[in-house]
């Protein structure tokens, strides 16, 4: 039986840092590594990083968006990379943020978290925004798997406040209810459970009690949206084992070189590696 996605994520943060890097290819860092925007320009961009980072850091993390926007040939190369990575190594969160019914959502889980599917990634992000229940066929399927779904929860960008921090009848803010139905899921869990959460790295201490989650905190916002090593241990505190930093841009800006790229992932991560000291 193949493991969880808690034990295989806690076991990767464990051998290789707690280090997410996403996989953005912007038109930007298209043009400033000398590529063209266009497929083959995606194609080179996207294998450079997966072969520059797959065999170093525990999580990539492929943003759908700049793939999307290829049409078929960008997802024909969503494809390589998911594949590519996980052989070499690293564990793939796709980064999707899919949210839907319950019976489309069955589709979405098909697309992203069945063996079978040529997008098949470790975990994918999901949007609550239908509710945390419309999201149980993607629990399911992912728990079925071994795979993982990473619930937004209080998203790292300035506009999330507003609708995150919104409270329920219940006192709790929307964004707390979410880690409070994922720590649901995850209850009993060893080391963690499969659902995790979205919490930027960017949100004010103290906003959210993640002491019973028991499941992976996705924080993004390091680097290019302003947040520090200090923001993490302030804003995580007792939950920093299980917080997941990501960055993309940050170390994306050192490429085209393979050794540029790996450097500036070496230098967040070893600076990451003092948060739990
Ligand atoms: O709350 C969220 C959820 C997802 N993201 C995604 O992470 C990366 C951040 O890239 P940087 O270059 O490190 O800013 C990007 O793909 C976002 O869509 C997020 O930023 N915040």
């Known amino acids: 039986m193949i493991a969880g996605f808690g034990k295989r994520l806690a076991e990767a943060m464990a051998a290789r840092g707690p280090l997410c890097v996403g ?17 083959r320009g995606l194609e080179r961009f996207a294998l450079t ?35 590519e990575a996980r052989e070499a190594g690293a564990l793939v969160l796709l980064d999707v943020k899919r949210g839907d019914i319950g019976s489309t959502m069955t589709a979405y889980a098909m697309a992203y978290l ?22 149980a066929p993607a629990i399911g399927i992912a728990e079925q798997t071994g795979r993982g779904v990473i619930v937004l929860a209080r998203t790292s960008n300035p506009e999330g406040a507003e609708l995150q921090r919104c409270l329920r009848d219940s006192g709790r803010s929307i964004g707390q209810s979410i880690v409070d139905s994922a ?34 905190i996705l924080a993004p916002g390091l680097g290019a949206q302003g947040a520090t090593v200090d923001d993490l241990r302030a804003v995580f ?7 997941l930093p990501a960055t ?20 967040v991560r070893d600076e990451l590696a003092g948060l739990l000291l």
């Not at 103290?206 to 499941?215: I, K, M, V």
């Not at 505190?237 to 917080?243: S, W």
């Open 248 to 267: 993309a841009r940050d170390v994306l800006r050192h490429g085209p070189s393979v050794d540029g790229l790996r450097s500036a992932a070496h230098r």
């Open 183 to 216: 720590a649901e899921t995850n209850a009993g869990a060893d080391p963690m459970g499969h659902v995790g959460v979205v919490a930027g790295a960017t949100i004010r201490p103290g906003e959210l009690d993640f002491s019973r989650l028991n499941g992976p």
């Open 237 to 243: 505190g007792p939950a920093l084992p299980q917080v």
């Open 23 to 39: 996989i953005d290819p912007h038109p930007a860092l298209l043009h400033a590594w000398n590529l063209a925007e266009d497929a």
């Open 49 to 83: 990083a997966v072969e520059a980072l797959a065999g170093e850091v525990a999580v990539l993390k492929p943003q759908s968006a700049f793939f999307e926007v290829h049409g078929s040939a960008g997802v024909a190369v969503l494809e390589r990379v998911i594949a």
């Open 114 to 135: 069945d063996e079978h599917s040529p997008l098949a990634a470790d975990a994918i992000t999901v949007s609550p925004y239908l509710g945390y229940g419309s999201l």
